[in-house]
């Protein structure tokens, strides 16, 4: 059984927690165009005009905030993905790449969750998660050292 085979359990929890981030991070678009929407808050001309709206605005907080908590995620997952599977690559136990890969997927929507309802306390999410990259990293390095 190869370490990137579908026969690998920790492998299949890889690509099932990868999974979740990619469609987390695929509804952060639409969660954007909604805030938008209802705030009648357009960055382009057009999409203005579509929708009624008096005038274009590049700085309402509602949506930054939301443009803010995606570009957080589009700097943190894609690095998980990198990191986790040379984890997988290490061979670690099945209960210990579940765990791992599950809190993190945990805290990256939390992160989000927090985020979105202006909560300082989503620096422990985001804590949590840049831990369980050093971790794997950590590993990954000494694994192969």
Not at 85 to 112: D, K, M, N
Request: hydrophobic share 50%.
């Amino acid at each position: 059984m190869g370490q990137l085979d579908l026969d690998n359990p920790v492998f299949v929890s890889y690509v099932f927690y990868s999974a979740i981030l990619a469609l987390k991070m695929l509804l952060m678009g639409p969660i954007t165009g909604y805030y938008r929407i209802t705030k009648k808050v357009f960055a382009n001309p057009e999409d203005a005009a579509k929708f009624n709206a008096k005038e274009v605005k590049m700085n309402d907080a509602d949506v930054e905030r939301v443009r803010r908590a995606h570009q957080n995620d589009l700097e943190n997952i894609p690095i998980f993905w990198v990191v986790a599977l040379l984890f997988v690559l290490t061979g670690p136990s099945e209960t210990t790449a579940r765990y791992v890969f599950r809190i993190y997927t945990i805290a990256r929507i939390q992160h989000t969750v927090m985020y979105l309802k202006s909560s300082g306390m989503r620096g422990i999410a985001y804590g949590v998660a840049l831990a369980l990259k050093l971790f794997m990293a950590v590993t990954v390095i000494y694994t192969f050292w």
